[in-house]
């Protein structure tokens, strides 16, 4: 038995095509798009938009709980330590949260997610296999003396995801530029786990003026924090051009938020080996701080872009299509096209999940999204 779906436009992952219809097998599997001549008959007819289902290349699961309890626009330091402050709660609270954002995630479509994490607490749900997530371990400490240490707990915690799914999902991963020191970085590259990369790059002005001249809002943060940065000599340049380097040639690296990145710093990311995913998540950077990247600068420089959610700590929903909304919003030039093209292909692209998702080609089981034309979702398969 086939399931035949006609959509008054057929995204497939690439293009819109027109007058064709989505030929899949009874589990999903793409069998082809053919001609409405050849179709035959029991079409199912869809007003709206038919697309491969969602990929979400950056999220904080674990962080659901703290949906609604950050104030909105209140800058990143701000919010970082609300997140370290806020974050423990009763167990049974963090799973509970952690199950309804999936369903949440999986209800807007999304079929794959980039997740972060600091903790064990969302293997249980991820082992139900609902969802196809490659996790990164998040390193992070900028104090050189307890560098061995610390990786250490961050080695730890990759050994237990590792046991539970599957190892080639697993990256342990720098935080971001300010938090991670130099001895730890050498370990974090060169750690066995999988060579795909995360880091939040430049969410906010502090972070360039760290690196730039050791000055700005992250001074004062982390006096408040009691982290020691007395061993941090200043590199004079931004912070993607002082940290892009230390990846390792043949690591992927996607680069989060992007919202202070410069045509420069795009320039200064050719002369680099690495196969580079810049990921916006835009309402997360509306709740934050009230800003945005400059989209149509990525474009220009053939950038590979994906989207993003970030947390429920820092966002109304988890769902990719409210991100394309919100840049579409901002940025009513970028075809949607375009748009669709980065929250499915490219995204399968970037966490490694090319070869089944993302978009529909024969073989594939990329999960079948429908958006009406009042902009609703429904997950179809």
Not at 122 to 143: C, R, T, V, W
Not at 269 to 297: E, G, H, R
Not at 319 to 329: C, M
């Amino acid at each position: 038995m086939y399931k035949k779906i006609k959509a008054r436009q057929l995204f497939d992952g690439y293009r819109f095509r027109n007058n064709e219809v989505l030929i899949l097998l009874e589990d999903g599997t793409v069998d082809g798009i053919v001609s409405l001549a050849e179709a035959g008959n029991d079409l199912q007819m869809l007003d709206g938009i038919v697309s491969p289902g969602f990929v979400n290349c950056h999220c904080h699961l674990e962080l659901s709980h703290l949906k609604g309890v950050i104030e909105e626009h209140s800058g990143l330091a701000q919010f970082v330590q609300k997140v370290v402050q806020k974050r423990k709660v009763p167990e049974d609270e963090i799973l509970n949260a952690i199950a309804t954002a999936e369903k949440e995630m999986l209800d807007s479509g999304i079929v794959a997610v980039g997740d972060i994490c600091n903790g064990t607490h969302s293997i249980p749900q991820k082992e139900e296999g609902n969802l196809q997530y490659h996790n990164f371990i998040e390193a992070m400490g900028s104090d050189s003396a307890v560098a061995e240490r610390n990786f250490e707990l961050f080695e730890k915690i990759y050994d237990s995801f590792c046991k539970k799914l599957d190892r080639k999902s697993v990256s342990i991963t720098p935080h971001a530029p300010y938090s991670v020191s130099d001895e730890l970085w050498q370990k974090v590259v060169h750690h066995q786990s999988s060579n795909i990369k995360s880091i939040h790059n430049q969410e906010t002005m502090e972070e360039n003026e760290w690196f730039e001249s050791k000055t700005g809002g992250f001074v004062e943060l982390f006096q408040q924090m009691n982290i020691n940065c007395e061993g941090f000599a200043p590199s004079g340049r931004t912070s993607l051009q002082t940290f892009l380097p230390n990846f390792l040639p043949a690591q992927k690296i996607l680069l989060v938020h992007n919202v202070h990145t410069t045509e420069a710093d795009l320039e200064f990311s050719k002369t680099v080996a690495n196969d580079l995913y810049w990921c916006f998540c835009p309402n997360a950077n509306q709740y934050i701080t009230k800003s945005m990247p400059d989209v149509p600068m990525f474009i220009k420089n053939g950038c590979n872009i994906v989207l993003g959610t970030d947390s429920l700590a820092s966002n109304h929903q988890l769902s990719i299509w409210e991100e394309v909304r919100t840049i579409q919003k901002h940025f009513p030039e970028i075809e949607l096209e375009q748009l669709l093209r980065w929250a499915t292909t490219n995204g399968a692209k970037a966490l490694g999940f090319e070869n089944h998702l993302g978009s529909f080609e024969k073989g594939k089981r990329p999960g079948v999204v429908h958006i009406s034309p009042e902009g609703k979702i429904q997950r179809i398969i």
